[in-house]
Structure formats: structure tokens, C-alpha cells
């Protein structure tokens, strides 16, 4: 049998063609065109653009000057969008065609200072922006973005300092001020109000906070914002009623706002440059204001209305007033304890100034002999009071009683003074202001019944007022020499910083005051007038 033969060679059934590589060509696409910028309304550049340079703004705030700007120029952001988002807000299909598309390119950088402007916006702004800032700022938060480390000091609470009310005499203007401390800084704001208008805000400020100096009180800081050359006055207020004063002149001016054309509201953005730098204007800082009033205690009162346009200025008092009466009684003190409404020029302390009445003529001698006058004359602001009481001729001169009450208050007449009276203003202030000549008039013409009062300001700087009331009309005494029956407290001294340095700062001893000390140096000075 022949030998089987195994052939392992595959048989052709199972043979393959080898597989040949060979280099594919492949159909290279174009690249694809970056997308088109997005533009917004209200802006020439995209809006990328845009943010960024918000953002390299805001970053330039807090590493140059700290949070207390950031905080400023974060809500100068908000105040913005809010008045573009009231003109161009919505495109012609529905869509939000400002805020969103904002929120979202912030959100897109994922940076820890976006985060922090978000939280801000979501807590300062108005409107829409507030809500969707603060959901952008969540999601950017579960994304696991945190905030820097300096954001806790933003996060810390934020004290009422004080609160009050300044008027710079010789202008249509006051200002409601606020002053808050978190951390070591100080943030300070002024709403000036225009009082020939209705009461309505006219201008907000952000106050340096070194140049608070709270501790002074107020009356320096608005001589120089307002009017360098007017005396000024400053009033404590409590938190309430400061709250209800400042949202009556925002609802005021949110009135008129609400009447303006689109150019005009676009008009309200544009600031002014001031020293090389661009201030902030009204709309930019409205938001932080608004916020820190929801710092402060419900007043528990409706805002007046808005008085009617083309009435005069008493009748917007009295409409006013009226309504104050409705809500809190028939106790209510004048508008002008208020801080003026209406076109009345404000006086120390918020006194309206009336038209000037006639000043009555000069006594003669067919008049016969003057009465002597009891006055009170306190020194405004002090606690515990410091006050004295004078007898004197009624037909010295204006001049003269400037003179007492130097002796009686130990100053030292290094500035100018000016007594404020129903029939003019009269010192060594300013021509410009209508200040006259106090030797021209009597202390009579000025002050003739009991219970009247004037007012009697010295250094316009530190702002010591004096209020003097007439006591006592007292039959006439030939041959009188002024003299002091009671007093209380010695006073502050010259260049003191005002009285709220002084109370703050004033050792026990100052309590002391020499009545008889004080009739020697009386009798001294005017034993021969």
C-alpha cells in the first residue's frame, strides 16, 4: 500500500489576498469662522469687550483702594445695566437682550473675582439683574469656583455709624448723610436734596471715609462738596427717620425719572471727569444706597406724596404738612423740623426761612427807656447742655451782643459769625449771602416778644451754634452792665473740631463754670458801655 502523504499547504478555498496598507487621503474641512461678536445695546464694543474691561476695572479698584471701592464701582456696574436694561431690555421678539446676555458672559470667565462681582450685583442690584446674578453666582459656587480669601471681610456685618442731616445756608441744597463701618472701613454717603425743586434727590456722593471724620461731625465735609464759602449745619438723626427722609427724596426723583426721554436717561450714565477720574454719577450709585437703607429700621410711616407741580412753596408745606397731621397727629412739628420740603431756602436745622418781614425802626428817645432782656443762650448739640443766662439792655447792637456771647462762651473771635433772624441774616459772613452789618441793627428790632428766638453761628468751619431765646421782658434798669445770673458747663475751646469732637473728647473738668469769674470779666469788658 503506498505511503500516505499529509500536504499541509491551505487549500485554495482558504487562501486570502494579503491586505496592502496604503495612506488614506483624507478630505481636510475648512476651519470653521470664529463666531460673530456679540453686541449688545447701549454699547459700541462687543460684549466681551465690554466685560473685560468692567472686569479689569473692578480689579483695579480692590487692589488700589480696597474693598470699600470694589463694593462702589461693583454697584456703578449695577446701576448701569439696571437703566440700559429700562431702555433696551427687550429685543423685538421677547428676549431679555441686556441682563442675561451680561450674566452669562460673566458667568463663562469662572474666576473667582467674577464670582465675587455676581455675588455683589446679587445683592445690590434692582430689578432682574438681582435674581439671575445671584442664581449665575450659585451655579458658579456648586461648580466648585470659590471666592477669595478677602471676600469674607465683604461677607462680615456692616454698623450704622450715624445718620443725619446737613444745610448749607446761602443754597437750595441739604444732604442726608449715612456713615457705616465693617472691618476697619469706614463708607460714608451723601443724598443732596434740592429743596427749590419738591424735596427730590439731586445728587448722590460716595464720602472718602477718611474725610468722614464722624467724630466732627459733618458740617466740614459738606462746606467743601457743596459751597466752600456757605455756613453749614449738622443735625444727628435717628435711623428711621433718616431711612423715611432719604426714600422720600428717592421716590421723588424717581418720579421725574420715569418722565425722561430715552437721551435723557442716557444722559444720567455719563459722568464727569473730576481730577483725572470719572465720578460716579446718580443712577450708578442708587443701587449700594438702596441697599444700605435695608440696613436701617422700617420707618413705620408711608412716604409723603409727591407735592403737585405748579403749586407754590407754602402750599407744598402745607400739603405736607397736612398729611403728616393725618398719619401722626395734630403734634407735629413744623415742615422745616422736617428738613424743609418745597422752595423755601433751608435754615439751621431745617427752620424754613420766610420772606423777610420789616424790620421795626430803631427805639428813640420819645420811646423812652429800653427793658432789659433775660436770655437763655444754649450751645447747640451739647449733652449734658451748656448754656447761659445774660441780662442786658434790649437796644444794644447786634454787635455788641456778638461780643457777649464771645465773653460768655470764651471764644476768642478768630472767625466769622452771622445771627440768622426773622428779618435778615447779619455778621461778618458773606456779602454774597446777604449778611449785613450787625452793628446796624438792635437786639430789640430783632427779638421783641417773649419765647421768640434767633440763631447765632460762629466759625463756619467747626460750626458752633448758639440758639437765644428771650426769657424775660424785665422793666428797665438805667446804667445796667450786662451780667450772667446762671450757666452751666465751661464751653469747648477755640478750634475744637465742632461739638461732636468735643463731647466726644471733653475731659470732666470742663463741667466747672464760674459764675462770678464770669460777671468780673463782664464788668471788665462792658462796665463802661
Known amino acids: 500500500m503506498p505511503e500516505e502523504t499529509v500536504n499541509d499547504a491551505p487549500s485554495p478555498s482558504t487562501l486570502r489576498p494579503a491586505r496592502i496598507t496604503r495612506p488614506v487621503r483624507r478630505k481636510i474641512s475648512p476651519p470653521e469662522p470664529a463666531p460673530p461678536p456679540v453686541h449688545v445695546p447701549g454699547f459700541e464694543e462687543p460684549l466681551t469687550e465690554v466685560v473685560d474691561n468692567w472686569i479689569e476695572r473692578l480689579t483695579e479698584a480692590w487692589r488700589d483702594f480696597g474693598l470699600y471701592d470694589f463694593e462702589i464701582e461693583t454697584a456703578a456696574v449695577a446701576g448701569t445695566l439696571h437703566v440700559l436694561d429700562t431702555v433696551f ?3 423685538d421678539d421677547g428676549e431679555d437682550a441686556l441682563v442675561g446676555p451680561f450674566v452669562g458672559e460673566f458667568e463663562r470667565r469662572r474666576t473667582p473675582e467674577v464670582l465675587t462681582v455676581l455675588e455683589i450685583l446679587g445683592r445690590v442690584a434692582e430689578g432682574r439683574l438681582r435674581g439671575q446674578a445671584a442664581d449665575a453666582a450659585g451655579r458658579l459656587r456648586d461648580a466648585g469656583v470659590a471666592v477669595p480669601d478677602w471676600f469674607t471681610e465683604l461677607e462680615q456685618p456692616c454698623r450704622l455709624v450715624e445718620c443725619g442731616e446737613m444745610q448749607v445756608l446761602g443754597t437750595p441744597d441739604r444732604m442726608l ?4 463701618q465693617r472691618a476697619d472701613e469706614w463708607q460714608g454717603f451723601a443724598v443732596v436734596v434740592n429743596d427749590d425743586e419738591c424735596g427730590e434727590a439731586d445728587a448722590i456722593l460716595a464720602l472718602d471715609p477718611e474725610g468722614m471724620e464722624l467724630a466732627r461731625g ?9 459751597a466752600p464759602r456757605a455756613r453749614s449745619s449738622y443735625t444727628k438723626l ?10 422720600t427724596a428717592l421716590a421723588y426723583r424717581a418720579d421725574h425719572d420715569a418722565e425722561l426721554s430715552t437721551d435723557e436717561r442716557l444722559a444720567l450714565l455719563a459722568g ?4 483725572d477720574q470719572l465720578r460716579l454719577t446718580y443712577p450708578q450709585l442708587l443701587p449700594l444706597v438702596r441697599a444700605k437703607l435695608e440696613l436701617l429700621p422700617s420707618p413705620g410711616k408711608p412716604l409723603p406724596p409727591h407735592p403737585e407741580p405748579g403749586r407754590d412753596s407754602q402750599s407744598l408745606n402745607d400739603q405736607i404738612q397736612l398729611f403728616l397731621q393725618q398719619m401722626m397727629g395734630a403734634d407735629v412739628p413744623a415742615i422745616g423740623d422736617f428738613g424743609g420740603f418745597g422752595g423755601f431756602s433751608p435754615g439751621p436745622r431745617g427752620r424754613r426761612v420766610l420772606p ?3 424790620l421795626p425802626k430803631k427805639r428813640t428817645k420819645k420811646d423812652g427807656p429800653p427793658p432789659v432782656y433775660r436770655l437763655r443762650i444754649d450751645l447747640r448739640g451739647a449733652k449734658p447742655p451748656i448754656w447761659r443766662r445774660l441780662e442786658v439792655r434790649a437796644d444794644i447792637s447786634l454787635r455788641t451782643m456778638h461780643e457777649l456771647i464771645q465773653t460768655l462762651f470764651a471764644w476768642e473771635d478768630y472767625h466769622l459769625h452771622v445771627f440768622e433772624t426773622e428779618y435778615g441774616s447779619y455778621g461778618t459772613g458773606d456779602e454774597d449771602l446777604g449778611h449785613r452789618d450787625p452793628a446796624s441793627v438792635t437786639l430789640e428790632q430783632v427779638l421783641r416778644d417773649e419765647g421768640e428766638k434767633l440763631e447765632y453761628m460762629y466759625d463756619f468751619g467747626d460750626g458752633w451754634e448758639h440758639l437765644i431765646k428771650l426769657e424775660k421782658v424785665l422793666p428797665p434798669e438805667p446804667g445796667l452792665v450786662p451780667r450772667c ?6 464751653a469747648p475751646p477755640e478750634d475744637s473740631g465742632g461739638i461732636w469732637s468735643y463731647e466726644e473728647n471733653a475731659p470732666v473738668l470742663f463741667d466747672i463754670f464760674d459764675k462770678a469769674e464770669m460777671n468780673d470779666l463782664l464788668r471788665t469788658r462792658f462796665g463802661n458801655g
Open 89 to 91: 431690555g427687550r429685543a
Open 177 to 180: 448723610l449715612l456713615s457705616f
Open 218 to 226: 459733618f458740617a466740614k465735609v459738606g462746606k467743601q462738596l457743596l
Open 238 to 247: 435717628a435711623p428711621d427717620e433718616a431711612r423715611w427722609r432719604i426714600e
Open 272 to 275: 464727569e471727569e473730576e481730577d
Open 356 to 358: 423777610q418781614s420789616t
Open 485 to 490: 445770673t446762671a450757666g452751666k458747663r465751661e
